[in-house]
Nanobody, 114 residues
Framework: VQLQAFGGGLVQAGGSLRLSCATS????????MRWYRQAPGKEREWVAIIYPNGSTSYADSVKGRFSISRDSAKRTVYLQMNTVEPEDTAVYYCNILTVYKDYWGQGTQVTVSS
């Protein structure tokens, strides 16, 4: 199973962007679906999580601006990014945690210009 993240790009501060993460096949035993990001010179940090029951949680730095969702029929997880800031510039990675293993996407670059 592979995860394909896309939707990144260049956006001005205050703008919006939606990232998508599609899986190549159905994944069983999902415990959570997450987005992480890694800015240049920094460690990878957790951004958002959504559980199979639909409950969500966010890092303080994005709370109120980002929204995670999923479409089970399309096997896709989304990250809606609103009111972006230059500090949101990073490579964004999707992750699916299952009872068997962790799946990671290849990352998509988001650059926010001031």
């Amino acid at each position: 199973v592979q995860l394909q993240a896309f939707g990144g790009g260049l956006v001005q501060a205050g703008g919006s962007l939606r990232l998508s993460c599609a899986t190549s096949a159905r994944i069983i035993g999902i415990k959570a679906m997450r987005w992480y990001r890694q800015a240049p010179g920094k460690e990878r940090e957790w951004v958002a999580i959504i559980y199979p029951n639909g409950s969500t949680s966010y890092a303080d730095s994005v709370k109120g601006r980002f929204s995670i969702s999923r479409d089970s029929a399309k096997r896709t997880v989304y990250l809606q990014m609103n009111t972006v800031e230059p500090e949101d510039t990073a490579v964004y990675y999707c992750n699916i945690l299952t009872v068997y293993k962790d799946y990671w996407g290849q990352g998509t670059q988001v650059t926010v210009s001031s």
